[in-house]
Each structure stands twice: as C-alpha cells, then as structure tokens.
C-alpha cells in the first residue's frame, strides 16, 4: 500500500515570519498561530533559541513540531534540546574575518562582529550591536557594493572544508561544510511532501541548500508575501 504524502511546512524566520532582526506582526502573530494549530510547522534559522522566542514568541516556537536554531546545529522540541553541536571556529578562518573587519570601506563598526553559536558563526561587518539605521546604511551600500557575497566567495575559495553563506540583512553565517539548513532534510521522510519558505534561496544564501532538496522552494521577498502564500492555501484546503 502506497504511504499517504504528508504536507509538512518549514520556515525561515528572519525576513521570512518577521522582519530582519525584528518581532513578528500582531496580525501576522495570531493568523500564523492559527496555522500552527492545522498544519506541521518547523522552523529552520541562523539564529539561536533566544533571538528566535524574541521574534516569534514562546507561543509560536513551542507550537511548532521541532525548531532548527543555528542553521539546525541546535534543536529544540518545545523546550527540550534534541540536539547540539560544538563546533568552534578555526584560528586562521577568524583571522580571515577580522582582516576583512578592518579592510571593508564601510566606516560604521557597533561591536560584535563575530558572534559564536552552537555549531554555528555569524559574522558581520557593521556588527551585531547595530541599530535600525545603521543596518540601513550596510544594507544600501552591501546592495551596491555586494561586499558580503564578495566575502563568501573569498572565505570558501581559502577554507574549503568550511561554508559561509549570505544570511539576513547585514550578516554571513559559517559553519562547517554541510553543517547549513540542508542538515534537516535528515529528520524528514521521503514521502513528506515539504513546502519550504525563505528570503535568501539565491545561490551563497543561507536558505539555498534547503531549497534544492524540498518539493516546494518558495522564496519570498517578505512576511507579507509569506502571508499571502499562506492565505492562499488555506483557502484552498478549504475550497477543495
């Protein structure tokens, strides 16, 4: 007897539920918690545990069947820790990050530019401890120069058996080869039929390597378009 396909729902969180580094829309909050209630929802993300309950809410995350924090290098089942890893980052490949630090011509610098995760590193050259503005400026000139898809190239030509990839507005998330959001596909059975949501599914970004292994890549520019998407196919769920 052919196994029935299982509809199962996986979503970035950053720029994807929410805006880049922000909280979840009220709105957007109680529709997607209805979502939650009807559907197999995970999410997958660069960002740890904490950072991920401060966007989308102690609700949403333990609604949620399993969470993928730090590109999936720490999982969680509600509050319980399925899995982690311990991988730190290599003298030489921290080395490479802070001369590019010290070299880019953007001027701004707010600290924090290389912020350790379970498993996982986010490097940035503006820092972590930007505020709105000053995210707005690296973005504006990160979209003109694509200074960080010029550090990726560069940091994966050098430490081959490492992978750094685009991720969020300001960021780059390194971790070792294969250890990306790719990683889940592992827990998923064959037979799941995955939709997959994310704004970085362009070739050297975070949600790339994902989105070539799920039976449905959505990319989208927003939460907004998320939403629309999700509006959609509850509707016809319902129509049919």
């Known amino acids: 007897m052919k196994k029935e396909k299982i509809n199962k729902f996986v979503f970035d969180v950053d720029g994807t539920l929410t805006p880049s580094r922000g909280k979840i829309d009220e709105n957007f909050s109680k529709f997607f918690f209805d979502f939650c209630t009807l559907n197999?929802?995970?999410?997958?993300?660069?960002?740890?545990?904490?950072?991920?309950?401060e966007q989308v809410g102690n609700v949403i995350y333990g609604m949620c069947k399993r969470v993928y924090n730090c590109s999936g290098n720490d999982v969680y089942e509600g509050s319980t820790n399925i899995r982690t890893t311990d991988w730190t980052l290599p003298a030489l490949a921290r080395t490479f990050l802070i001369n590019c630090e010290y070299e880019s011509p953007f001027t701004i610098r707010t600290g924090n530019h290389i912020e350790e995760r379970p498993g996982l590193v986010n490097f940035s050259i503006v820092g972590r401890n930007a505020n709105l503005e000053e995210r707005a400026r690296y973005v504006a000139y990160d979209t003109f120069e694509n200074e960080r898809k010029t550090i990726v190239t560069a940091f994966n030509t050098m430490f081959p058996d490492l992978q750094a990839t685009v991720g969020g507005e300001t960021g780059i998330d390194i971790a070792p080869k294969g250890a990306d959001k790719?990683?889940?596909?592992?827990?998923?059975?064959?037979?799941?039929?995955?939709?997959?949501?994310?704004?970085?599914?362009f070739e050297g970004g975070n949600d790339y390597s994902l989105s070539?292994?799920?039976?449905?890549?959505?990319?989208?520019?927003?939460?907004?378009?998320?939403?629309?998407?999700?509006?959609?196919?509850?509707?016809?769920?319902?129509?049919?």
Request: proline share 2%.
């Open 40 to 53: 197999k929802v995970y999410l997958v993300t660069g960002s740890d545990r904490a950072k991920t309950i």
């Open 182 to 201: 790719s990683q889940i596909i592992t827990d998923f059975d064959k037979n799941d039929h995955i939709y997959f949501f994310g704004d970085a599914m």
């Open 212 to 240: 070539k292994l799920v039976s449905h890549a959505k990319p989208v520019i927003s939460w907004k378009q998320t939403w629309e998407y999700l509006t959609w196919f509850q509707e016809q769920r319902i129509a049919n």
